[in-house]
């Protein structure tokens, strides 16, 4: 009987020594290396072992869009197999836009995900997503140790301010730019002797990525430079459509530089002007276009925004203007182009 009360008393030691399992938290790690997503993984862990958290990394299975939100399910799953508390999911392709935070409460068994999401345009976007993360966190650990307490009937700790919203996963995340337009002013020259035509401009822009913009640009209704000979002129009028690839440096930032490269057809009228009995004559020529260009795209308010680019253009065949039987002036071997517009991402 002695032996059996001695064992008890050291058994009670035991369990009394031995701490409460930690708490730990899995961050998935998306599928791309982009800068920004990296930053937010390691704010992300750093923050988490500050509080004393444990942590585990999990690579994201490359079948999942990073662009998508990962499923609730696909979430759970994970928290199970990997028997972690929560779980913090970075959505993204090539900067964050969101956290996923799930977590899971023990009794009743279930499983809560909450959405965080932040301005990409925003300064410190990064650290700012990830101090989020962990508030909202903390909060859901929180809220879990309160209805455990109120189920125990112990009193609760005063809950601290709150200071995210978080929405629910199942809220679909969207780029903020997708679909867009813009118009504005083009104005024209030529290097031999053909003058400055302005005209308007209207662009019609696909965010393939956010550094990756694919855009329709057409221009033409402008004013006709004249260029004259003795006593011959001719008016010039220019009209040009092309598809055009934009690079976007810097996407997440406010001042975004970019380079482009254009093709497209360049349609160039010259009408003639002389006095009888010369006969002067209209000619309509259509041009293969290629235009390189470069420039900011500069957001101004909300969905709007302004482009500033310069452009040189080649056409093939270029354009060469005669009066008296003499080439007098020649478009498209380059052409100068500035362009100003104001656009709005619907």
Not at 52 to 77: C, F, K, M, N, Y
Not at 219 to 244: C, D, F, H, K, W
Not at 287 to 305: C, E, F, K, N, T
Request: proline share 8%.
């Amino acid at each position: 009987m002695r032996y059996l009360r001695l064992a008890v008393f050291v058994a009670t030691l035991l369990c009394a020594s031995t701490p409460a399992r930690a708490i730990t938290v899995a961050v998935v790690r998306p599928p791309s290396s982009a800068p920004k997503l990296t930053e937010t993984m390691y704010r992300l862990q750093g923050e988490l072992l500050s509080l004393g958290i444990g942590v585990q990394v999990v690579d994201r299975p490359a079948r999942h869009d990073a662009s998508a939100p990962p499923s609730q399910t696909w979430l759970q799953e994970l928290a199970t197999e990997r028997d972690v508390d929560a779980i913090i999911a970075i959505v993204g392709e090539d900067a964050p836009i969101a956290v996923d935070v799930g977590v899971t409460e023990q009794s009743p068994r279930r499983f809560e995900v909450s959405r965080v999401t932040v301005d990409p345009n925003a300064d410190s976007a990064s650290e700012r997503l990830a101090i989020r993360a962990i508030e909202v966190l903390r909060s859901s650990f929180l809220e879990i140790d309160l209805a455990a307490r109120r189920r125990a009937g112990e009193p609760a700790p005063k809950p601290p301010a709150a200071s995210v919203s978080a929405e629910p996963v199942s809220s679909p995340a969207s780029h903020p730019e997708r679909f867009g337009v813009e118009l504005g002013a083009a104005a024209l020259t030529s290097l031999d002797r053909v003058g400055t035509a302005l005209m308007p401009i209207v662009r019609l822009d696909w965010a393939a990525r956010p550094w990756l913009l694919v855009q329709v640009a057409l221009a033409g209704m402008g004013n006709r430079p004249t260029v004259t000979r003795l006593e011959s002129a001719a008016r010039i009028a220019q009209q040009y459509g092309v598809v055009r690839a934009c690079y976007r440096f810097r996407s997440d930032q406010r001042l975004r530089p970019f380079l482009a490269l254009s093709a497209g057809v360049l349609r160039t009228s010259v009408e003639g002007q002389a006095d009888s009995p010369k006969q002067p004559h209209t000619v309509d020529q259509w041009s293969l276009l290629v235009d390189g260009s470069a420039g900011i795209d500069l957001p101004i308010h909300g969905r709007y925004h302004v482009t500033l680019s310069a452009h040189a253009q080649v056409a093939q065949p270029y354009v060469a203007v005669h009066l008296e039987d003499t080439v007098v002036a020649t478009s498209g071997r380059p052409n100068l182009l500035l362009t100003l517009a104001l656009g709005a991402w619907l």
